[in-house]
């Protein structure tokens, strides 16, 4: 499966943004579909995932604000950031993995999408 991540831009700090992810390839529905986000000089972090089944889980740094969603019709996956702040800069990745489970790891996903930069001002 092939992914391309966009939507990312300049906001300033308490905007939102909405990335999307689009897939091409077959059996999109089976996915579980992740972000990640990679900060200059900083290790690339897990933002959220979506199972083939539809749970959700965003870390609690992010659960308040950050929303992902799917539309298996679409081939898309979102992910809403909501009072977004300086430290959620970063380019923000898209990742799929056919697996069943909820996976933070960034070993753990087999695709992965080129990124979007993300970039809140104060």
């Known amino acids: 499966v092939q992914l391309q991540a966009s939507g990312g831009g300049l906001v300033q700090a308490g905007g939102s943004l909405r990335l999307s992810c689009a897939a091409s390839?077959?059996?999109?529905?089976?996915?579980?579909l992740g972000w990640f986000r990679q900060a200059p000089g900083k290790e690339r972090e897990f933002v959220g995932i979506?199972?083939?089944?539809?749970?959700?889980y965003v870390p609690g740094s992010m659960k308040s604000r950050f929303t992902i969603s799917r539309d298996n019709a679409k081939n898309t996956v979102y992910l809403q950031m909501n009072s977004l702040k300086p430290e959620d800069t970063g380019i923000y990745y898209c990742?799929?993995?056919?697996?069943?489970?909820?996976?933070?790891?960034?070993?753990?996903?087999?695709?992965w999408g080129q990124g979007t930069q993300v970039t809140v001002s104060s």
């Open positions: 990742a799929a993995d056919d697996g069943s489970g909820v996976r933070t790891g960034v070993r753990e996903y087999r695709y």
């Open positions: 390839g077959r059996g999109f529905s089976s996915y579980g």
């Open positions: 979506i199972t083939r089944y539809g749970f959700t």
